[in-house]
């Protein structure tokens, strides 16, 4: 049970950050998606933040848990608990035939079966793997400037060694910010073109039961027990919030102008 004052703390973040919240969640970038070829170019882009909202999520078990041996307990149970609760929805959640896969698998199947182009995400991925750099995996897969900055800003904070700085972003900056026009706008593709968009359904669908119902308050708790009492970590995480925020605005801003091309 979190403290009264945490409690007040962050319902006023939540206070304070929910104007740029609703700038993304009432962005133009949704109404646009109205083809099945809209749909492609906005996974295209997506698919980044998906994949690198995996890694502040691994950083943050990484950190608040014992992932080495030998082993020794680490940190506060409860955080403990929280974070490896996430951990095994986000990395062995089902798909809809009931096998066990990360959501980012998740999507590149959604974006295989929707003939989205993975090639820059593959080419991404290929890249690091073979021990490149982000810069050097941006060049081989032509990512524009917008993917860079929002994963950039990502590794940045992964950078900053501060643990309530990460679950801030982690908990704020998710991909939960999904709105009902644009699950509105996806049925409506999924109608006339059901084979191709029924997985990208289904992984909707399941992230938003997933991270908008018990994996959301497992993180605001995990937020608010990092910040504790410390005003200069509420602060800190107020600041990497609104930053993270206005990256997918950003982002946004690149796939709208890509749609209407």
Known sequence: MLATQSQDQ???????IEPIQQQIVNHRVYAAIRRLEDLNVFMRYHVYAVWDFMSL???????????SVPWFP?????????INEIVVGEESDIDADGLRKSHFELYLEAMNKCNADTLGIETFLASLKANQSLEAAYRASSAPKPVRDFVDFTFSVIASQKNHVLAAVFTFGREDLIPAMFLSMVNDIHKDFPDNVSLFKYYLERHIEVDGGHHGQLALEMTATLCGNN???WEEAERATIQCLNRRIDLWDEVYDAICR
């Open 231 to 233: 005003p200069v970590y």
């Open 74 to 82: 680490v940190g506060n149970p409860n955080t403990r608990y929280l």
């Open 10 to 16: 962050l319902a006023e973040l939540k206070k304070k």
């Open 57 to 67: 999520l691994k950083t943050l078990q990484h950190r608040l848990t014992c992932t």
